[in-house]
């Protein structure tokens, strides 16, 4: 019988515990073995909430532990580098949260000590493992090479998002505050006015998925034309993405409808990919298909995107591949978000 990889959690929040640590502690391949975390009695209670065996004060005294070989980091997001370094450092295998980063400088920081390392560094985006984005790239890939529903007129992604937590329960919270000392590094490139900081790093931390996606999906980066970032919740920006428009509308909405997805446009046809909220358990992204009068709904089974994140990083780590969503490539991420900042403050 092949050896159970080692896992190592750091930070058990809401996401930590329902988005990875319960779908690691679950999955063949693997056993979650130490858990670290900065408040105590959160950690101990999200301990024996999973059947973790061993609690660490720190990532720092976890990254001791001989059993843990991959450690998954899920915790603030100016402490995600840091962290990220010092694991790879100490020779474990990685997935973190997104974004990486906040700036090219430093990501690229992070992939060239992956790199260095020789480990498996993987990227938190999910939406990259949902079944209905499967479905929708391997359509979209195969009509563009077919020429069937001719030429993509264009391609459109909306992120409104709504109630990202969905009323979902099962995970255990305490009253202690987040606690300080964590090392952390600038949320914002050093050229971005520091008026606008904050407001680059609320927009990198919810839309990076959207950036990310896009590039997925197209295959490439597409080049930035337009960007209006005035107004912090409604923003556009528009691309080339290799011979047709691609339009990406930004904001946020309150209530419990969650709104995010893709729309292509083809001279004989559209496909379109819709999401549910992201802690939705079992239930994979929408894709329908309509030429002419006819629609087809594509039934995709049951299942869940984290979790299907969470079994591609210990496959990935034991085939020795390259994450779907890799350091390296995720680099491109932070590149594409500072290029279209600059466009939109003209710089």
């Not at 400088?105 to 480990?119: M, V």
């Not at 990198?204 to 005035?230: K, Q, S």
């Not at 780590?317 to 403050?345: C, F, K, M």
Request: charged letters at 25%; a neutral charge.
């Amino acid at each position: 019988m092949t050896k159970l990889l080692g896992i190592g959690m750091v930070g058990a929040g809401m996401v930590g515990q329902l988005a990875h640590l319960a779908n690691f502690a679950e999955i063949p391949g693997c056993r979650v073995v130490a858990l670290a975390e900065l408040r105590p009695d959160l950690g101990q209670s999200a301990a024996t909430r999973f059947g973790v065996p061993r609690l660490y004060d720190s990532h720092r005294t976890l990254l001791q532990d001989p059993e843990v070989e991959a450690v998954v980091v899920v915790t603030k997001r100016p402490a995600t580098g840091p962290v990220v370094l010092d694991c790879l450092a100490a020779g474990r295998h990685v997935l973190s949260e997104k974004p990486m980063a906040h700036t090219v400088e430093q990501a690229e920081r992070l992939a060239q000590a992956a790199e260095a390392a020789g480990r498996i560094y993987s990227v938190g985006y999910m939406k990259r493992h949902d079944a209905g984005t499967h479905k929708a790239k391997a359509l979209f890939d195969h009509y563009v090479a077919s020429g069937e529903l001719g030429a993509v007129l264009t391609l459109r992604l909306a992120s409104w998002c709504g109630e990202f937590a969905c009323g979902t329960g099962g995970f255990v919270m305490t009253p202690e505050p987040r606690p300080d000392g964590l090392e952390l590094w600038p949320t914002a490139p050093d050229w971005l006015p520091a008026e606008r900081a904050e407001d680059y790093a609320w927009f990198l931390n919810v839309f990076c998925h959207d950036l990310n996606l896009l590039r997925h999906l197209l295959g490439r980066t597409p080049e930035p034309r337009y960007a209006d970032f005035t107004r912090r919740n409604g923003r556009v920006a528009a691309f080339d993405g290799g011979g047709f428009p691609v339009v990406m509308e930004f904001g946020e909405q309150q209530g419990t409808a969650w709104t995010e997805g893709v729309e292509i446009v083809f001279e004989r046809g559209r496909l379109t990919l819709d999401f549910v909220s992201p802690l939705v358990r079992n239930q994979p992204a929408r894709v329908t298909l309509t030429r002419g009068t006819e629609v087809t709904r594509f039934d995709l089974g049951w299942s869940w995107s984290f979790k299907r994140q969470a079994e591609a990083f210990v496959a990935d780590i034991r085939q020795t591949r390259t994450p779907l969503a890799s350091g390296s490539d995720s680099v491109e991420d932070l590149r594409l978000a500072e290029r279209l900042w600059r466009l939109a403050l003209g710089l």
